[in-house]
């Protein structure tokens, strides 16, 4: 998975003020997660997957919270962020899948560029900032491994690998060109 322009994003969100744009992004993001995920927790049938899910859907809700309360810190309102249209459309993309399979694939693919993500911003963040990412960090660290435990065992079949890794380049393409959008909202 990738991050197109590293450094760029490195440049722009050296500024703290502009760091906080970013976490004002992800509080939406990761509220619509969990909107929609938690709609879809009744369609996994395995206890053991609800458990996980159920987990992200927490974890995803404290740390928008997370992200929220350091964002206003810094002087940004999290709560007027409204995407571009291309990250609604990483929502939309959510929306449609209506197999739990699918939907682990897109989040695992969701959950890799995000961790590139937060090493980026971790990279640039003064100490308050880091501590709050170093959080997010633990826990996306611990989804993935929980993600990959479940591919392991699902994606049994060269059909079911493929159809995995087709949607997280899906997750990963829709993912980069949305940061394409939002650096420059970052430096605006």
Do not use: C
């Amino acid at each position: 998975m990738s991050i197109r322009n590293p450094e760029k994003l490195k440049e722009v969100l050296s500024d703290p003020g502009r760091l906080a744009r970013a976490f004002s992004r992800h509080t939406y993001g990761m509220l619509a997660w969990v909107d929609l995920f938690g709609g879809k927790l009744k369609n996994v049938k395995s206890l053991e997957m609800k458990l996980v899910v159920a987990r992200i859907i927490a974890d995803n809700a404290k740390h928008a919270k997370l992200f929220s309360d350091r964002a206003k810190e810094l002087g940004e309102t999290p709560e007027t962020y409204r995407p571009p249209d291309i990250g609604q459309r990483i929502y939309d993309i959510l929306e449609e899948y209506q197999d739990p399979f699918d939907d682990f694939s897109y989040a695992w693919g969701s959950l890799i560029h995000f961790s590139s993500l937060l090493r980026i911003y971790h990279s640039v963040a003064d100490s308050k900032s880091r501590a709050v990412i170093e959080e997010v960090q633990k826990d996306v660290g611990e989804h993935l491994g929980l993600l990959e435990k479940y591919f392991e065992v699902n994606a049994d079949t060269l059909e079911k690998k493929n159809r995995a890794e087709e949607i997280k380049m899906i997750a990963d393409k829709i993912y980069s060109d949305r940061e394409d959008e939002e650096i420059k909202w970052y430096a605006s």
